[in-house]
């Protein structure tokens, strides 16, 4: 059985605390915030505190925090030499107090705090200085369906930056293609079907064999036809953008400034 003390109270840490709470090889001893608001409906299933001098001693501490808290959060807590895992893509491993044992525990997914998430297909990035410790992380790994991924601090922050352009700048896009709907009075709903496929058919071939549309056909008067029907400046950009990028990645001449 791994005890765990969750620190944090964002969409990470609930879905963590979900998963540990389901897992019969994990204890989720305690449960900390700086506000009991944020955790108050838990506060029948697992010790909520608000006070890190109340912190039970536990396998592992998972600091489920935002960036910038976590060095600050590491070096507050009232122990030495126990193992601590920081949950962050971006944040590097040494930033955590070397008081204590240092770790990462990287959920390498997209968190919303009502969407259900199936931990059996989140890949965990893990990354510490002993195998003792490694082998902690791998078990808490293991023991809520992860796979776990040994991966090294530079690697995660590279993952971390691939991960904002597959996930947080397609779902902007996905919000954009959502507004031009809405402009005509069409159901988005019509377009999820299409997000689907595009999503499945990287499964089983690159994103560079995957790829169509105009600017992969080099179809300038549908090019010319869409830059006219859009409205907003912005997504004007941003559509010129992402075209001159598909056209060079597909080895096609950019587009000359003139009208």
Not at 240 to 245: C, D, F, G, P
Request: overall charge positive; aromatic content about 8%; charged content about 25%.
């Amino acid at each position: 059985m791994i005890s765990v003390v969750l620190l944090g109270a964002g969409n990470v840490a609930t879905h963590l605390y979900k998963a540990f709470s389901k897992a019969e090889e994990v204890s989720v001893a305690q449960w900390y915030n700086r506000t009991l608001s944020s955790i108050q409906s838990y506060k029948n299933e697992v010790d909520i505190i608000n006070d890190l001098s109340k912190l039970k001693v536990a396998d592992i501490y998972i600091l489920a925090v935002s960036d910038d808290s976590i060095a600050q959060l590491s070096q507050d807590l009232p122990f030495e030499n126990r193992l601590i895992a920081h949950t962050s893509g971006s944040v590097a491993m040494h930033d955590l107090d070397k008081k204590n044992k240092i770790s990462v525990f990287y959920p390498l997914q997209t968190f919303s705090k009502d969407a259900d998430v199936n931990f059996s297909e989140v890949p965990i990035c893990i990354e510490a200085y002993q195998k003792e410790n490694l082998k902690v992380l791998k078990d808490l790994a293991k023991a809520v369906g992860c796979k776990a991924h040994k991966i090294f601090t530079d690697q995660r922050q590279i993952l971390h930056l691939a991960a904002v352009f597959v996930n947080n700048f397609t779902n902007q896009l996905y919000r954009i293609g959502h507004e031009i709907c809405e402009t005509k009075n069409i159901e988005f709903d019509i377009l999820k079907p299409l997000i689907q496929e595009t999503a499945k058919k990287i499964q089983d071939m690159s994103p560079y064999i995957a790829q169509t549309g105009p600017a992969k056909r080099n179809d300038k008067k549908t090019i010319k036809r869409h830059l006219k029907q859009i409205e907003n400046e912005d997504h004007k950009a941003i559509y010129k953008l992402l075209t001159a990028s598909i056209k060079k990645t597909h080895n096609y001449s950019l587009p000359s400034n003139k009208k």
